[in-house]
């Protein structure tokens, strides 16, 4: 059995669905933080797949688990801070109590109660996800945020939402020490807000695509036409900037949406094809087999080969979960 793959978009329409506690302290779906042990979860537990319209906190102190963000997984333990950005799929698993803070937020919300500090978010990479083990002295200081966050969540004071936005800023700030794996080199502040605006217009066509607004990957022409700005020139900040061509971060987040759906659905794969504006399946065919070395049908059946005795708790049923999963 697949998790399915809900259309829910919002936070707390999320945890309604899995028939866990929605606190009353949280009022809005533009930010969120709650204590995971608090949830009830029994382990092991699985969620439903996900495609939240907001970023994604993770801080574990105890426990282990396995994130999917888009096609990429990720093992969380202790001391670990894990970080997803918005519109991408998004299903987890615990396989251990998992203790620590889980928190929602959306641009929205710092844009309107810390305006300054929106550009403290830190720069993403195609796998949308960040997942770091933290030393001691490190861990410590991402847990004190956190009760100072939940504490100020759980108050009555009116000015509540901006010592959070405040706070949110720090968390941000922090994980920022902490993003070696990205390599790019921001050349300039208008370089690097372009590179943000191209990235963010990939994600709403891709978005735009999924629900069937779209039948049009947008390439550099279109993105060119959406920032006001020349092809040549928007093509030479994208590869000095990112160290990636824009058709190469049009063609990797083509294969991880192609690859989540082959893996985790039991669409057909001509269906797939065509919500991604491949009209000729033989191109299609020949463009993912150019990409991965592999086929579509061979992802999915390598996929679904990796079945295992594992269970979780999926909606108060036992379901399988791969062991590689």
């Not at 502040?189 to 709403?204: R, T």
Request: negative net charge; aromatic residues 12%; charged residues 25%.
């Amino acid at each position: 059995m697949k998790p399915e793959i809900t259309t829910l978009r919002k936070f707390r329409d999320m945890i309604a669905y899995m028939n866990l506690p929605v606190f009353s302290y949280i009022d809005n779906d533009d930010f969120a933080i709650i204590k995971i042990h608090e949830m009830g979860l029994k382990m092991p537990y699985i969620t439903p797949t996900f495609r939240p319209d907001f970023y994604t906190l993770i801080i574990v102190s105890e426990g282990k688990g396995t994130f999917m963000a888009g096609d990429h997984v990720f093992e969380l333990g202790p001391q670990h801070v894990f970080m997803k950005y918005p519109d991408s799929y998004l299903s987890s698993g615990w396989t251990e109590s998992p203790v620590g803070y889980n928190i929602s937020f959306t641009e929205e919300f710092l844009t309107k109660y810390f305006p300054d500090g929106i550009d403290e978010i830190p720069v993403k990479d195609i796998t949308n996800a960040f997942n770091y083990g933290l030393s001691d002295d490190d861990y410590k200081s991402f847990d004190d945020i956190c009760a100072e966050m939940y504490n100020e969540a759980i108050s009555s004071s009116n000015n509540r939402y901006e010592m959070i936005a405040n706070l949110l800023i720090h968390f941000l700030l922090l994980i920022q020490q902490h993003q070696n794996k990205i390599k790019l080199e921001i050349q300039n502040e208008k370089n690097a807000l372009i590179l943000a605006s191209f990235i963010k217009n990939v994600d709403q066509n891709f978005n735009m695509l999924l629900s069937g607004e779209s039948t049009t990957v947008l390439r550099t022409k279109e993105h060119s036409k959406l920032l006001n700005v020349n092809e040549t020139f928007l093509s030479k900040v994208i590869s000095k900037t990112s160290g990636r061509t824009i058709n190469q971060w049009i063609n990797d987040r083509l294969i991880d949406e192609i690859s989540y759906l082959l893996k985790n659905t039991h669409r057909p794969i001509p269906e797939i094809a065509q919500m991604f504006a491949f009209n000729d399946l033989g191109y299609f065919y020949t463009f993912f087999k150019r990409n991965t070395k592999t086929t579509p049908s061979s992802v999915r059946n390598d996929f679904n080969a990796l079945d295992s005795d594992r269970t979780h708790v999926y909606r108060g049923d036992v379901v399988k979960i791969r062991t590689n999963w």
